[in-house]
């Protein structure tokens, strides 16, 4: 099974594992347990629209550099497709097309009524102006007015990006067609039609599938111990809301580096900190230093990945000495290291499941928008709460019926889904 458009690119990945590579493995093997014919498999194997667009723009000191915009489109078999949009220099169109089939099986998985997509721009976002990001992002939305719109294709925030650069995406598609818009990206500010809880929605529903994991262990959050690689949007959130269910969070990391104590951080000191120095936890005092690698292997009961892919790889997985392994990030752990860490009784909460929570939400958000109804935040929470766990018990309940793992239960749900659905609308055979 082969996407050749997708696949004939150079690779450039963290660590030479192909991201887009390791999603069609994982499609092939849940395929297999299901059986699929390997002709739904070739057709699910390739993303239905892949669009680079050329972004001019002109720097504060009047250079003037093009960067390239990429949206891929895999699916919209269930519904629109729905994904984030990445800024991040190690962005490559093979990242994103993995990125994009991963939300496909993601939305199918919780049970919302979309396909998938991503986007995303090769840049270091720390590397330019407030006024440079918006003219960057307001290109790049110009350049996909055709290909995007609230019932077509709805992008939202994914690393580098956030409620700012929704808001700048909104602005421009709907000066573009003449009237406001909302609905065409999830994860804006309250302002403009954002709701209420998106921003923690990602690492609530992290914190809520390792909380019914480890109830299903016959334990509880309390005093378990967590290390959690990234402390952005999605790791921030999950910090906070773990340490306020009384887990002791012993070590974070930023890109810059991060922090280990033993007796757990004080997680609302260490976010001011964070706050007033570049996103960086590196430096916050009565904590020791500790760099990405080491923080992976630290002992503990729960380890969240929460920043970029093929963190936990052949190389460093049985260092690893988490019970419980939470993928809040995409893709955090290869498929060799996956088996590997399954092997040896490690719960895996595979990517689609665990970081489900922020495009829960962001559907949650489309809903309001479109319903001209939005709720306060204690009804979103509940509302995402209800999918996530449902979705949890659904993946347990197929690893118990098919004898699986919990991510090969997950992907065997989404992907049969999808399946399913291409079936029933006589796109296949
Ligand atoms: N924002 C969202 O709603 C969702 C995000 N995700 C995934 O969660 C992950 C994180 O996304 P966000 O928190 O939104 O991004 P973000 O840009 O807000 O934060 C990323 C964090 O990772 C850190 N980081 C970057 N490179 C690192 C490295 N080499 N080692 C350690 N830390 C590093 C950054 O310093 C930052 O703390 C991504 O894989 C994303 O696709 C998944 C679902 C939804
Ligand atoms: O909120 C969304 O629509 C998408 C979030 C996302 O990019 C992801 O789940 O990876």
Redesign the pocket.
């Known amino acids: 099974m082969v996407s050749t458009s997708v696949r004939s690119l150079e690779n450039h990945s963290p660590a030479h594992i192909c991201p887009f590579d390791q999603a069609c493995s994982y499609l092939e093997w849940a395929g297999k347990e299901l059986k699929l014919d390997q002709g739904l498999l070739e057709i699910l194997s390739h993303p239905r629209k892949v669009v680079t667009v050329s972004i001019p723009v002109k720097l504060d000191d009047g250079e003037v550099r093009v960067l390239a915009g990429h949206r891929v489109q895999h699916s919209d078999v269930l519904g629109p497709y729905k994904g984030?949009i990445?800024y991040h220099p190690a962005v490559t169109l093979r990242e994103v097309s993995a990125?994009a089939m991963l939300m496909t099986w993601k939305c199918a998985l919780v049970g919302i009524p979309y396909g998938g997509a991503k986007g995303g721009i090769p840049i270091d976002p720390k590397r330019y102006s407030v006024g440079e990001l918006e003219r960057i992002s307001r290109r790049y939305i110009s350049e996909l007015i055709k290909d995007i719109g609230p019932a077509v294709d709805i992008p939202?925030?994914?690393?580098?990006t956030s409620a700012r650069e929704m808001a700048w995406m909104m602005d421009t598609y709907s000066v573009n067609v003449g009237h406001a818009v909302p609905g065409v990206v999830t994860?804006k500010p309250l302002s403009i039609g954002g709701s209420r809880g998106r921003e923690m929605?990602?690492g609530r529903g992290v914190m809520i599938v390792v909380r019914e994991a480890l109830a299903d262990q016959g334990k509880s959050l309390v005093g378990v111990r967590v290390v959690i690689?990234?402390?952005?949007?999605?790791?921030c959130a999950a910090a906070e809301l773990l340490h306020q269910e009384g887990a002791k969070v012993i070590a974070v990391?930023?890109?810059?580096g991060g922090v280990f104590s033993q007796t757990g951080l004080d997680i609302p000191a260490l976010k001011a900190y964070a706050a007033n120095n570049h996103?960086s936890v590196a430096g916050f005092p009565q904590a020791t230093p500790i760099s990405?690698a080491d923080l992976l292997t630290l002992p503990c009961d729960v380890l969240i990945p929460?920043?970029?892919?093929n963190q936990i790889t052949e190389e460093n997985v049985h260092q690893v000495k988490a019970q419980i392994v939470a993928e809040?990030?995409?893709g955090p752990v290869t498929l060799e290291a996956n088996l590997s860490l399954e092997a040896r009784g490690v719960t895996v909460l595979p990517d689609i499941l665990a970081?489900a929570g922020?495009?829960v939400v962001s559907y949650l958000e489309w809903v309001q928008g479109l319903s001209y109804v939005f709720w306060d935040e204690e009804r979103v929470n509940r509302e995402m709460e209800h999918l996530m766990v449902q979705a949890y018990r659904q993946v347990v309940q197929q690893s118990k019926a098919r004898q699986v793992t919990l991510r090969l239960a997950a992907y065997t749900l989404g992907v049969g889904r999808v399946a399913q659905a291409l079936t029933d609308r006589g796109l296949y055979p």
């Open positions: 984030g990445r990125l939202a925030p994914d690393m580098g994860g929605a990602t690689q990234g402390f952005g949007n999605v790791g990391s930023t890109g810059a996103k990405n929460a920043a970029l892919e809040a990030a995409n970081n922020g495009v």
